[in-house]
């Protein structure tokens, strides 16, 4: 980027010089900061006219989030000047690492989907496409977690800064969305003014930058309604971009969350239209928009609104125009999570929307008025049913395509969730398996792995990922096994340096490091694996001859501030971490940390560590999972559920070089149907699960019954909706054979080599390419 490592001191030395501040580690990451802005600027300028004189479709990502984590190291590296950057400021005495960690972390986002679009947007710009993300500028991200006496703290967390940030405020493009009112007047409308803020998104190979266009809520210039002072109306706007919500699987059905929604939406599409150099009849041959889960959905009527009211067309032609330029993601079956809004709402917030989504249910309704359908078919089909607006099923008729988001999740949308639908319009349906950034999950996070694998196979697998396949050469040799030994050992041991100051016992860089990191969730199980592991301190101290190989279990994740259940599973894993911990005998054997608030940056240092990967969801429940790809890419062997996409990582790597455990989908589902499972049998027949089912109802596994409550009831009353007690015995089983596994090295560094080399596959820009081409269309020429 700055030509040559003398150049780039000499020009970071004036700039540093000329810096008011003291020579701080901060003021060198605002230095770098302004740097990189304006040695972007005419590239990101270059793109946007070569896009524009090219006609290329543009893609426009929509998404309420887009956990994009820290930029700085991924933008040098993306420039591929990380190297000379690092170097130069070594010799001037400055460590680029420490300097990274000043960056603010950019948490907009609660988990796998929103990092999922951050990945997205990565692969977009490396692949040279012209795609854009469309978001929102929370100015608060997801919470800070701390643990106080085992308990979840949450705070909120600024991320915005002043100095040092990339993106530009484009107050040019400013436009005034209208809330309230009347259907079709703007009479009495509370005006909000969304302001873009352009971020760069860099790609790697190249010189192509894309946008993310983030929309921040600001008063409006124009006349407030008479009902409203000035200070609530300000107060009520400037919330609108507040703060991102903390739930990730559980709809609120809250109004500031539909403002939200309808805001990114509304001010993406006209902006998207007013700027456009064609004629509106072309909008799908030249814009793709993809909603990112039925958060977006608005998109559908907005569009229409826009065609119809603002462009003049007819109902037909708008249809037929949303219809082939709109596409859906689904990303959950979980009922809880689908998002039905009540009707009055959306009527009194956005009156015109409602009548259109009305019209829509209408004639869909009309449409299958000819049909022989069962009236639960018909209900599956209503877009408006008892009042409430099911966004699901709106996104479906509203769009061209519809994807799961790997392949067993796609059938059991098609087969079961949307059976009805799927009959409806069965092209519309397809898989599309997610991916992960390899440029941020192995060349960032684990440079020491990245540089080993391209001494051994070329650089040719970081354009073309999947010639990782070429390391199998390398499954049996010894001096690469010593390589990539050393390479986890570093990692394991630059992992413990993060993480000592929260453990209360030295970690031991010989025992195995299984990580579960991810959302506290019933479904994702977290709680399985910490019954198990007191059910190891129970064996060990009651069996002399029981005295497993050393592992440091690992946790990390943040529970939704309103989810009882999950805050009493952090305490659980607190609780018998500090129990387990503290035993002279147990701690030989079994180590527990709960790393506090796992992040972006914290799965970038624990995921290159691992050498298990605990992804044991419910089986039908994980659509899909990406830290399993994360893991598996860095060499980690997954201990998992056959769920969501474990199920293609074991097919890729083969089931040899896994362990996979418990119960199938298909007999979850036939559970979920007959009613027959009863977790009280499994306590009756099980005295080790009845022993730690005891210590649970007695509180010592949580310090006191009143905080067991909440899962003892989930366990007992609810009968375990999440098949806990069921898998218990299949993952105690699957966890000794682990055991077993690793003691023979050879053959474990034999797997774990496999498992990067069968991990090219699961990079983003396989899934972007299979978007761009069957959905997208993205080569396609006006
Ligand atoms: C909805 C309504 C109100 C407030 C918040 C939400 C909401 C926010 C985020 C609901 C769901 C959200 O994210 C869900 C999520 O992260 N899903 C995960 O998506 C990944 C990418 O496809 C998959 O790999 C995971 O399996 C899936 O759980």
Partial sequence: MFGSKEEFKEHFMRRFEQQTEEQSPQTAYAVLGDMLREHIQEDWERTNTRYAEHKDKQLYYFSIEFLIGRLLGQNLLNLACYDLVKEGLDELGYDLSEIEEFEPEPGLGNGGLGRLAAGFLDSLASLQMPGHGCGIRYKGGLFTQHIKDGFQTEQPTDWIRETGSLDVRREDLALDIPFFGQAGTAENAEWVKAVPYDMPVVGANGRTINTLRLWQAEPSDRPIPSTKTMQIYERETAAISDRLYPDDSLDEGKILRLKQQYFLCSASIRTILKERQFEIREL?????????????????????????????????????????????????????????????????????????????????????????????????????????????????????KVNGVAKLHTEILKQREMKELHEQFPDKFHNKTNGISHRRWLMKANPELASLITESIGSGWVTEPERLRELDRFAKDQSFHASFEAVKRQKKEQLIRHVEHISDSPIDPDSIFDIHIKRIHGYKRQLMNILHIQMLYDRIRQDSSFRPYPRTFFFGGKAAPTYDFAKQVIKTINTVAHKVNSDPLVRQHVHVVFVENYNVSKAEQLIPAANVSEQISTASKEASGTGNMKFMMNGALTLGTVDGANVEIFEQVGEENAFPFGLLAEQVMQFEKDGTYDPQEIIRHDPEIRQVMAELTGGQLTDGIENSNYIIRQLIDRRDPFFVLKDLRSYMAVHDQMLMAYTEQTRWTEMAIKNVAASGYFSSDRTIRQYAEEVWHLDRRS
């Avoid at 889960?293 to 109902?315: F, I, K, N, S, Y």
């Avoid at 956005?350 to 009309?366: G, S, T, V």
């Fill in 284 to 400: 799908p041959d030249r814009v793709a928009i993809q909603v990112n889960d039925t958060h977006p959905a608005m998109a559908v009527p907005e569009l229409m609104r826009v065609l119809l009211d603002e462009e003049g067309l007819d109902w037909d032609e708008a249809w037929a125009i949303t219809t082939r330029t709109i596409s859906y993601t689904n990303h959950t079956i979980l009922e809880e999570a689908m998002e039905k809004w009540d009707s009055y709402l959306i009527e009194t917030l956005l009156p015109r929307i409602y009548q259109i989504i009305e019209e829509i249910d209408r004639r869909f309704k009309a449409k299958l008025a000819t049909q022989q359908l069962s009236t639960h078919d018909r209900h599956k089909l209503s877009i408006i049913e008892n009042d409430r607006v099911k966004m699901a099923v709106l996104a479906v008729v509203g769009s061209y």
